[in-house]
Structure formats: C-alpha cells, structure tokens
C-alpha cells in the first residue's frame, strides 16, 4: 500500500509540474509553444554557386542564428523547376534558386507565391566550345546544349545567338541547333563528340574545358555591366515570410554570416563544399576543378536586380516566358536590417 501510495503521489507531482509548465507557455514564458512549432524548411543543390547555403548547413551557421526557437529541416534538389515546385506545395518554405526559376515562379503565381530577400552568388557561366569554332559566325550549323529549356543558361545562350544573328527555335531548330539536356549528360555528349558547345554553370564549364577539350567562347560576365550577374539566390515562400517574419530574418541573419565566411576563409569553404557535394551525389571534384571553379564566382547578399530584370526581359523576347510585372518580387527589408545591425552597407533593387 505504501508503494501504491508513493506511485500516486508521484503522479500528482508530475501532473502538477506539467500544469506548471502549461502555464508558463501560455504567459508566453522560455520556450513557449508557439515557438517550439517553427520549423523552417530550406533547400539548396549540391552545387558550387549554392555554396551560401551548402557552408550555412554544414557549418551550423543557419542553426546558430535560428535559434532553439526555429527547427531546421534541409533537403536537396537538382533542378530549378523542382524546387519551385517545393515552394508551391509549401515542402520547402526557402531555396536557393537561379534567377529564372524565381521569375516564373512569381510569374505562374502571379506574383504571390515567393519573395527574393538575398542575393547568394554571381558569375560563373560560361559558353564551352570544341576546338575550331573560334567566333559566333562558326556556331552556324552547329549544336550546342544547356541544362534545360528556359533556365538561366538556356536563355542567356538564346539571347546571344540572337544578337550575333544566330535564329534558334524552342524546338531544337534554325541555324544553331539547342538540346537542353542534365549538366552530366552535356558532359558525357560533350567528350563523345555529340555536341560542339554548351552554355554551362561552374563547376561544368570548367569540366568541359579540363576533360572534354573544349575553350570559353563566351565568358557571360563579359555581357554585364561590372562583369556582375545573379547566378543563384535566396527566395522564400510569401505566406512563411508573412507568418514568421523573424524566422526569416534569423535565416539571414545566418546567410549573411555564411557569406562573409566564404569570403574570409575561401580554403576552408571550398573543402566544406566539396565535402558535401561528396556526400549529396557520391562524387567530389577534382582539387584543380574546383579551385579554377570556384575563381570565377562572386558569393554577395546583393542579389543584383537589373539582371534579374535583364534576364526577364530576354525570356520574354524569346516566347519563353510571358510578359510579367516583376513589381513586389523583391524583399531586401529584412536583409538590410541584418546588414544595418552587422555595419555592412544596405543593398537596393
């Protein structure tokens, strides 16, 4: 009976201890419920220009700035069109993201779906041709490739042909002929000798040069107003950045500092990269690859809206995309908080 008696007196203290911390939740006290529900879904590809978000993760930078308030869930994608998708669904509630993928999905939903709140990284693309082409005039009747039909890459080559004179059609026609194909497969066609160039993120510019033999005809950043372009950037979902506006702000909060460790300890960041890379897709680059790579990227929180704009604009001329009002795209308020509270400059758009 004593034991019977203890059990239920433990019981009642328990109980009451739990009473106890229902109320101090509810008086919205250390750890209230409200907070302990956040959970914050973020994206990226295993990728060198999502290298922001790679080093974020993996250093326990995005973790240390959410917070015990904020659970950090990640996953990994391989295509823009897939993570848009994630946004739609609400699977993720922020990516990294190539400047196209951002616009449609703004464009798709009519302007209500996403926020661009940070820049991520600029630069890094580049026109990889096989030896014996060495101007635009050699490109006639020619095939070249890019990761897909209407993302960031297939649109600046549709746009460069055009203004060298070059007509190119949706369907893989005219007087150069495009096949939009995954970044490995360019790779594979390129050395086989099934393509004559490809207009390809780093670190597959640098792997065209380096293992198929081919030479940059085009550096993209040449075409840009300070050599600077977006490449990849911050979007988060518009309904996680009204419903939790601090969680987004801690976000960048640990964007901004993943930022500056990129820059201040590039060595260390390229090996955490490539480290992760290894582990997301079973294959690590090459230490000249990668450090030739990984030169011609800029990582910075300006997410450089006039060739966001720019990028639009040429999508729009090449039936790719709908003419769209980008207006209300962009969300720089929180980032500038943090880089106001962190003495950095204020970015615009």
Known sequence: ?????????LAGIVVALGLLASACAAAG???????????LRLGYFPNLT??????????????????????????????????????????????????????????????????????????GAFLVVRPGIDDASDLRGTR?????LGNTQDVALRAWLAKQGLRTTLEGSGDVSIRPQENAQILEAFRAGGLDGAWVPEPWATRLVNEGGGHVLVDEADLWPGGQ??????????????????AVKRLLQGHVASTDFITQ??????RIVNDAIETLTGKRLADATLNEAWDHLRFTVDPIASSLRRSAGDATSLGLLDRVDLGGIYDLTLLNEVLSEAGQPEVSQ
């Not at 006290?29 to 959970?39: D, H, I, K, L």
């Not at 250093?59 to 823009?80: D, E, I, M, W």
């Not at 372009?229 to 601090?246: C, I, K, N, S």
């Open 50 to 123: 999502h290298a922001t978000g790679i080093v974020g993760v993996e250093k326990g930078l995005f973790s240390q700035s959410l917070g015990p308030g904020v659970r950090l869930q990640t996953s990994t994608f391989n295509a823009g069109p897939a993570a848009v998708e994630a946004l739609f669904s609400q699977a993720v509630d922020a990516v990294y993201i190539g400047p196209n993928p951002a616009i449609n999905a703004f464009a798709k939903s009519d302007g209500t779906a996403i926020r661009i709140v940070a820049g991520a990284t600029s630069g």
């Open 265 to 270: 300890h590039p060595e260390e960041a390229k």
């Open 1 to 9: 009976m004593r034991g019977a008696r203890r059990q239920c007196g």
């Open 29 to 39: 006290g250390t750890g209230s419920a409200n907070e302990s529900e956040v959970t």
């Open 144 to 148: 070249l490739s890019s990761p897909q």
């Open 229 to 246: 372009y977006v490449t990849t950037h911050l979007v988060v979902r518009t309904g996680f950045l009204t419903e939790h506006p601090d």
